[in-house]
């Protein structure tokens, strides 16, 4: 049975910094995407981050380019999101994620999400 646990979120002031961990099980992901989504109130899923297996590379939304690093490992069930200069905008429930193309995926494809973590920032 595949499960994806998150930890790591919480309520941070702006300009902080968050962890949060994603840890894979029931099978290998390795040569899939595995990435980070989150979800505003009022607001539809949208991708944050993702390592990118099939095109060799990173993708991150436009708005968290330059704060927001996702590190892979555990050979390749495990990703970290590191978030810093947190804003306010970036309070959303985040979700981990995987698939075998996360870039052109729906969120009505993906089989598998963890539980979600809370991020707050306040202003």
């Known amino acids: 049975q595949v499960q994806l646990v998150e930890s790591g979120g919480g309520l941070v002031h702006s300009g902080d910094s968050l962890t949060l961990s994603c840890v894979a099980s029931g099978r290998t992901f390795q040569y899939f995407d595995m990435g980070w989504y989150r979800q505003a109130p009022g607001k539809q899923r949208e991708l944050v981050a993702a390592?990118?297996?099939?095109?060799?590379?990173?993708y991150y939304l436009d708005s968290v380019k330059g704060r927001f690093t996702l590190s892979r490992y555990n050979a390749g069930n495990s990703v970290d999101l590191q978030m810093d200069n947190l804003k306010p905008e970036d309070t959303a429930v985040y979700y981990c994620?995987?698939?075998?193309?996360?870039?052109?995926?729906?969120?009505?494809?993906?089989?598998?999400w963890g539980q979600g973590t809370q991020v707050t920032v306040s202003a």
């Open positions: 994620a995987v698939h075998v193309d996360l870039l052109n995926a729906k969120v009505s494809d993906l089989d598998y």
């Open positions: 390592d990118s297996r099939r095109r060799n590379f990173t």
